[in-house]
């Protein structure tokens, strides 16, 4: 069975602060992928980034990072000088197996509230 | 390049009634997913179609059902609908297995 556990359901904090939001996994498959989603008030799933099992190199893309730890089964995303626009519901997602993209898990979800 | 588009954005039903909703992908995309976000489930995998076979499944019941067309195109069908069927549903395309683009959804209000 797979699983993604987002622990922080709500996290707030104000501009220009960094900020991590935390990802664990769960599955037996050794190939797999994990996205990042962001979901604005308007409810589309903005893609940010996937990884796959067997690159483990920490990205960077502007003021987003990410940190995919297999030893800790951890995918946690860092945003760098957090701005208004960042608030929304980011998701981080697995998908493994052989349709290891078109089937994924989502974990729960982290509210994200930047303040002026 | 135009994104992936659902249609109706919003529906209103009743209990019982059935309802299809539709997902054009991404120009190139074989494979559309669809998914189901409640407040108390959060977002879960309904089923997946690739050139027009259902590949993959949800734990859904019966009730949910869908379908994809030769262009690409899918609709899905939910019958006999429930207040707990109330929903975002989000469709996804994809070209490979590596990543999934995400369309508006289309937001089914049962009452």
């Known amino acids: 069975a797979q699983k993604v556990t987002q622990a922080q359901t709500e996290i707030s904090v104000v501009e220009k602060e960094d900020v991590t939001l935390d990802c664990v996994y769960e599955?037996?498959?050794?190939?797999?992928?994990l996205f990042w989603y962001k979901q604005p008030p308007s409810g589309e799933l903005v893609f940010l980034i996937r990884?796959?099992?067997?690159?483990?190199q920490n990205e960077i893309s502007g003021r987003y990072s990410w940190n995919f730890q297999k030893s800790t089964s951890s995918f946690n995303f860092t945003i760098t000088a957090s701005q208004v626009v960042d608030s929304a519901v980011y998701f981080c997602a697995l998908g493994s197996g052989e349709t290891s993209g078109s089937r994924l898990t989502f974990g729960e979800g982290t509210q994200l509230t930047v303040n002026p | 390049k135009a994104g992936v588009t659902q249609t109706p954005r919003y529906l209103i039903k009743t209990r019982g009634q059935q309802v299809t909703l539709s997902c054009s992908p991404i120009s190139g995309h074989r494979s559309v997913s669809w998914y189901q976000q409640t407040p108390g489930q959060g977002l879960q995998f309904l089923f997946e179609?690739?050139?027009?076979?259902?590949?993959n499944k949800g734990n859904f019941p019966g009730r949910f059902s869908g379908r994809q067309f030769s262009n690409s195109r899918s609709e899905m069908n939910v019958s006999t609908l429930e207040l707990g069927d109330s929903a975002l549903y989000l469709c996804?395309?994809?070209?490979?297995?590596?990543?999934?683009?995400f369309g508006p959804g289309t937001r089914l209000t049962v009452l």
């Open positions: 179609y690739f050139s027009e076979t259902q590949r």
């Open positions: 599955t037996r498959d050794t190939t797999y992928y």
């Open positions: 990884r796959n099992s067997f690159d483990e």
């Open positions: 996804a395309s994809s070209k490979n297995y590596n990543e999934q683009f």
